[in-house]
């Protein structure tokens, strides 16, 4: 029984068994820098950065998982104290203040299992980038988004001035 004894990275298992293991993992793997920086999870919009991760991870895989979807939710949004009032599942705080801390370094590692490390590489850096932004904007969502839900409308908009050019 050797306590280093870790699982081959295969997608759909977890890829790392135990805490040794992990450690070498977040020394050997090279994070983006913005990695460091924190998030403050109170002043970003929780219901549109979970839309968007649900969506990330089913064009990802190329199918819908909602269990490794809710996965990626919970790795990078934890929930917070005051916002459940269950009481029970509170936070995974470093500071007992009600403020939730996540290491994207790790939650990407545990992704790696599901979606591959590239691509779950490429899909912490992408939230992590965009949570950053969501807590600096006026309502919480990021710019890149705000900028997506626009341009569709215009289109939108575009095209009904379309159809109804049509009918006259």
């Known amino acids: 029984p050797n306590s280093q004894f870790t699982m081959p990275t295969i997608k759909g298992t977890a890829s790392v068994t135990d805490n040794h ?12 820098s913005n990695f460091s920086q924190k998030v403050d999870f109170t002043k970003i919009h929780r219901g549109v950065i979970q839309h968007w991760i649900e969506e990330r991870i089913t064009a990802l895989l190329g199918f819908e998982d909602d269990i490794v979807g809710s996965t990626a939710v919970h790795l ?8 459940s009032s269950e ?8 500071g007992g203040g009600g403020e939730a801390e996540v290491d994207p370094r790790r939650a990407q590692l545990d992704l790696a299992g599901f979606l591959g490390e590239k691509e779950a590489a490429e899909f912490a850096s992408e939230l992590w980038t965009m949570m950053l932004d969501a807590q ?14 626009k341009e569709e409308m215009r289109r939108q908009r575009e095209l009904q001035q379309q159809q109804q ?4």
């Open 21 to 32: 293991a992990q450690l070498k993992l977040l020394r050997s793997t090279t994070f983006p």
């Open 136 to 149: 600096t904007a006026p309502a919480g969502v990021p710019r890149k988004l705000v900028e997506k839900k």
């Open 87 to 94: 009481g029970g599942e509170a936070t995974t705080a470093a």
């Open 165 to 168: 050019q049509q009918e006259k």
């Open 76 to 83: 990078f949004l934890p929930e917070a104290a005051p916002s």
